[in-house]
């Protein structure tokens, strides 16, 4: 009769895969960001920018600190990539908008992403299932 394992070591097995996993995909993004000439940082600024959105609510996306999200975007920004606009219904906030340029940059980026990407190897339904996993792993933490 096999004994199960204790949780501790179960738990310690499973934070060191999905640790391991986050360090394939930071090196991941990492090295596709270099090949148009941005920092990960940026890459994930990009990547997250879907559509118009605060400073905060980007800062949230990308789980980094407003003042670090700040000097990512001044970057993007200098580069002619974001810019940043009124608000439309809070004149004390700013909106961060895509220029024409970021956009296609952030279109180049996304297939880059997705070229060899750690999590490629799942098939859709498997990527679909970690997916919910994950967030109902991280929705008990909220």
């Given amino acids: 009769m096999t004994r199960p394992e204790p949780p501790a070591i179960a738990e310690r097995e499973l934070c060191g895969l999905v640790n391991g996993l986050a360090r394939q995909i930071a090196d991941h993004v990492r090295k596709r960001a ?8 940026q890459a994930t600024a990009l990547r997250e920018m879907t559509g118009p959105m605060t400073l905060s609510e980007l800062a949230e996306r990308t789980n980094c600190e407003p003042s670090n999200t700040t000097f990512v975007v001044d970057k ?3 580069a002619g990539i974001v810019r940043r606009s009124p608000h439309p219904t809070d004149r004390r906030a700013k909106q961060l908008v895509l220029t024409p340029e970021g956009v296609e940059l952030r279109e180049r980026l996304i297939a880059l992403l997705t070229e060899e990407s750690p999590l490629g190897a799942l ?3 498997q990527q679909e299932l970690l997916h919910e996993l994950l967030d109902t792993a991280v929705a008990r933490r909220r």
């Fill in 34 to 41: 270099a090949t148009l000439g941005l920092t990960a940082a």
């Fill in 76 to 78: 993007l920004e200098g």
């Fill in 123 to 125: 098939s859709r339904q």
